[in-house]
């Protein structure tokens, strides 16, 4: 069955947000939604999220997931925004328990948070199946970038988060805390194992360094052929002493220290002080 994917592209973040659905069952899923957020001024806001809410309600469609493919340093995830306003569930890979045991800690967090996953509806296992309306739909984990990536095959389509880049951009990084070069080697094997006519829908693009337009669809076999990283059959050892030496030059993202710890809430802030304030906390050297 072909999948109907309508993606919104946000320039500022370059992240692809991809909306899944059934257009006979009129039902959807959100996959890596973004919360506006204007970090010098400590400001947020839901332009791009709104896009998406707006396409929702004018094709009449039902969300039945708000899905997570990873917890995400480059963006503030909208999940707990298109909920509120469209409901459905929030889902995202089971090792996410891995990632909050780990920036709880960072944080100082404490008592305050219980790093459990259950600030979402669901922690899908590895292989585990589900459906949006008639589309069957089933989870890879693909840990590596981080220990909660996840892969979702839903058709013909298959979203895989940061893993993969377009083939002249390469793959994720593999430096932050719980990430694996060796792993994310393996994880990528297993996407490349889907058959070669599969669409993989990406989560950002760079225009691979202004030489082209942003993009977010490839095919596994693309990807297989002229990946420049992990493509035409490149070793598991050549890959991690690249993807390793790779990582050791390269800067955190700008939004690192805030979307963290938002985004392993699944969109929702940090719970307000006596005054009903809510801030977000900047751990220092932490990285």
């Known amino acids: ?47 791009a ?17 708000i899905l997570e493919t990873h917890i995400h340093a480059d963006h503030l995830t909208a999940a707990a925004h298109l909920k509120d306003r469209l409901g459905g569930k929030t889902g995202i890979g089971a090792g996410v328990v891995d990632v909050q045991k780990t920036f709880s800690q960072i944080y100082g967090l404490g008592d305050e948070f219980t790093p459990d996953g259950s600030q ?24 590596g970038h981080t220990p909660a990536c996840a892969t979702y095959v839903i058709g013909d389509a298959a979203f895989t988060g940061d893993t993969f880049f377009m083939p002249d951009s390469g793959t994720a990084r593999c430096d932050f805390p719980g990430g694996s070069a060796d792993d994310l080697y393996s994880s990528l094997q297993k996407i490349l194992d889907l058959p070669p006519e599969t669409r993989l829908f990406l989560n950002h693009d760079y225009g691979c360094g202004g030489s082209r337009d942003c993009s977010w669809e490839t095919t596994v076999a693309e990807q297989r052929d002229a990946n420049i990283h992990v493509g035409a059959g490149k070793p598991a050892e050549e890959f991690i002493e690249m993807r390793t030496g790779r990582d050791a030059t390269l800067s955190m993202p700008r939004l690192v220290l805030p979307a963290i710890q938002v985004n392993m809430r699944a969109g929702q802030m940090p719970p307000p002080d006596a005054d009903g304030n809510r801030f977000l906390k900047i751990p220092l050297n932490a990285f």
Do not use: Q, Y
């Open 120 to 143: 979402f509806d669901h922690l899908f296992a590895d292989g585990e199946s589900f459906k949006i309306g008639d589309l069957d739909a089933r989870v890879i984990h693909t840990p």
């Open 49 to 65: 999220a709104d896009a998406v809410i707006d396409f929702i309600g004018g094709a009449e469609l039902t969300v039945e997931w």
């Open 1 to 47: 069955m072909n999948t109907s994917i309508k993606t919104f592209f946000d320039n500022e973040t370059n992240n692809a947000t991809h909306v899944v659905f059934d257009e006979n069952a009129k039902s959807c899923a959100v996959i890596d939604s973004v919360l506006n957020f204007d970090f010098a001024a400590g400001k947020t806001s839901t332009e």
